[in-house]
């Protein structure tokens, strides 16, 4: 059974749907954080998000390559994900495989692999530092609702996180959320009121205040993208210091970044421990106490 193409027009420049009479649909990502997960990117920055998107789109990229061109990309997430599909006996069938209501929403799938004629598995490939499964599980419900009705006869049986992140590989099968829950769902988004979840759980971290509890997975990317730059800037400023030596300079100057190199010195510094050892007690007496500015200490565990 061959899957049927929906008309809708996906730009994917403005990452907009439209009908073919010029009616634009709602995205499903946009639905979940509205309706469900309405503070989980508050408080990141838009460079982060952008860092985040660019990265995403590079393995989504590197991904199709491998499945329609049959490519071994050198990047890890395309080695790990031709691995994964070997592992778990995956059947290519499409890459962002447009689904819609044709009325109000629509979306593409990451993947679709075939299972049987009428049998589908839907996977979506995330990139995030964190895997939320409860908003994979979200999403690929509603893709499985829309793409059921889409192609009448098929049924989406399979529905999983396919997660690439560097050494990171892992594909995670989630429980699909019943139809009638994602039906309510959607029409509490038409008519513009409050879904209730029902899968809601109140927060087990009653040691954090509820708006950082919210913000965690935002900190948790604001401090990876930093750690990150942080290992560049030294990687550049590692190639530079190579090529000053090798050029003899000790000063190079752009229009807008100058490098100043240090010559090679040698540090005095004084031995303490020696000192105590020739004059015990000495040393604390000329010990001066100064009032120090308390601190936190972030950990990502």
């Not at 000790?250 to 004059?279: L, N, P």
Request: a negative charge; aromatic letters at 12%.
């Amino acid at each position: 059974m061959d899957l049927i193409k929906s008309s809708i027009l996906f730009d994917k420049d403005t990452h907009t749907y439209t009908t073919p009479e010029g009616v634009c649909l709602q995205g499903i990502t946009g639905i979940i954080e509205r309706q469900l997960f309405p503070d989980k990117y508050s408080g990141v920055p838009k460079f982060v998000m952008k860092r985040a998107a660019e990265r995403g789109s590079f393995v989504h990229e590197v991904c199709e390559l491998v499945d329609d061109l049959g490519i071994d990309h050198e990047s890890e997430e395309a080695r790990n994900y031709q691995k994964i599909k070997e592992s778990y006996g995956l059947q290519y069938e499409a890459s962002e495989y447009l689904v819609s209501d044709n009325e109000h929403f629509a979306s593409c799938i990451d993947k679709v692999y075939r299972e049987s004629d009428s049998e589908f598995s839907l996977g979506d490939i995330k990139t995030t530092y964190k895997l939320d499964k409860e908003y994979v599980r979200w999403q690929l419900s509603i893709y499985a609702y829309l793409f059921e009705r889409q192609n009448p006869g098929c049924k989406a049986v399979r529905l999983f996180a396919i997660w690439l992140r560097g050494s990171i590989s892992e594909l995670l099968e989630v429980e699909r959320i019943h139809d009638g829950i994602i039906l309510e769902l959607l029409s509490a988004e038409i008519e513009g009121r409050k879904f209730i979840n029902p899968y809601a759980v109140p927060s087990v971290k009653t040691d954090m205040p509820l708006k950082y509890r919210e913000m965690e997975d935002s900190i948790i990317e604001i401090t990876e993208q930093a750690k990150y730059w942080s290992e560049r800037k030294k990687e550049l400023t590692d190639g530079v210091m190579k090529e000053m030596v090798k050029a003899g300079a000790y000063s190079w100057k752009g229009e807008s970044v100058s490098f100043i190199r240090k010559k090679d010195s040698i540090r005095r510094t004084f031995d303490r421990e020696a000192f105590e050892r020739d004059y015990p007690g000495v040393y604390d007496k000329y010990l001066v106490d100064t009032p120090v500015c308390g601190s936190i200490t972030l950990k990502v565990s």
